[in-house]
């Protein structure tokens, strides 16, 4: 499998444009070269044929991960995710072609699993819909800024205590890992966070749902 190495000039919006890298990406628009007015991005993958005026997950055949509200998009749904991200942080897009799943990280650490079961070739792809936004990517020709990590849930549950030791009421991170608990069937690990989530914010919609999925148990 052929991997990237910079971006298609003819793939892209008329909105953006590409340095002579070929590695960054500029939206068209006045202001300063950082996450943009309104911190608008969207990191991810898409299929061959997609409607490149869409930011990533928007249109079928695409998947992304967005700055400015956290949420992973797919094919326009929508789910919470992860942590915001704007300038100065390095996001990284984690496709295991293995089984078949995508996870992001945020300054090395794994957010969990995104996605499941995808299928064909698919492409990278990023979105910008802010002016003065850039964003510069690294497909591997130079050293990636932090180590490669693996998919798997204990990973991302490694990862996430990590996190949680510096910022014990981290929300996303408390969500993620009694998911990822969840799926393992560490229930009881996975009602501490979920119980702890909602000691936090009683009315987290995804927190009391799944609180009642652990009941079930």
């Keep these: ?32 070269i950082d996450e943009g007015k309104n911190k608008i991005i969207g990191i991810g993958f898409c299929e061959k044929t997609v409607n490149l005026n869409k930011m990533p997950g ?10 400015d509200d956290g949420y992973s998009f797919c094919s326009g749904d929508y789910n919470h995710y992860g942590p915001l991200f704007s300038t100065g942080d390095t996001i990284g897009c984690c496709l295991n072609f293995k089984n078949n799943t995508v996870f992001f990280t945020k300054n090395g650490i794994n957010l969990g699993i995104a996605f499941r079961n995808l299928k064909g070739i698919l492409y990278p792809c990023v979105g910008l819909r802010s002016q003065g936004g850039s964003i510069e990517v690294n497909f591997g020709s130079r050293k990636f800024k932090f180590a490669a990590t693996t998919s798997n849930d204990m990973d991302a549950i490694i990862d996430l205590t990590k996190l949680l030791d510096i910022e ?3 929300k996303f991170a408390l969500r993620y890992r009694g998911e990822a608990y969840y799926l393992m069937e560490k229930y009881k690990e996975s ?27």
């Design 1 to 32: 499998m052929d991997l990237p190495t910079a971006w298609n000039l003819d793939d892209k919006s008329s909105s953006l444009s590409i340095d002579s890298s070929g590695l960054r990406v500029n939206y068209k628009g006045l202001g300063e």
């Design 58 to 67: 928007l249109d079928n055949g695409s998947w992304g991960y967005h700055g």
């Design 168 to 170: 014990p009421n981290s």
């Design 191 to 217: 009602f501490n966070d979920v119980n702890k989530l909602l000691k936090i914010e009683g009315n987290e919609e995804w927190a009391s749902k799944h609180f009642a999925k652990i009941i079930e148990k």
